[in-house]
């Protein structure tokens, strides 16, 4: 596996349930994602779940991949901390 994505989401359950709760956009209803300025976005519930994930990166021979936040939404993440080699966290 020689290939690298370098942008990926990963919402772990947490945030899922946040997006849930949420009355105003952003919300997730269902897995249905309603955003300000944008039109709702089926989200795909296997896409953010990590063992799926590394599955679906391995099946399309990608050796590293990057997850990154939605960065409009005001998030952060610590530099270093959002690569994973698939088939194990470093």
């Known amino acids: 596996m020689d290939a690298v994505d370098l942008h990926q989401h990963l919402w772990p359950a947490s945030f899922v349930e946040l997006l849930r709760r949420r009355t105003h ?30 599955a679906q990166d391995h099946r399309a ?12 939404w005001g998030w952060a993440v610590a530099a270093g901390r959002c690569a994973w080699r698939v088939g194990g966290i470093p």
């Open 25 to 54: 956009a952003p919300y997730l209803r269902d897995w249905q994602l309603v955003s300000d300025g944008e039109p709702p976005y089926e989200i795909r519930p296997q896409d953010h779940e990590v063992g799926s994930r590394i």
């Open 61 to 72: 021979g990608i050796g590293i991949a990057c997850v990154c936040p939605r960065w409009r």
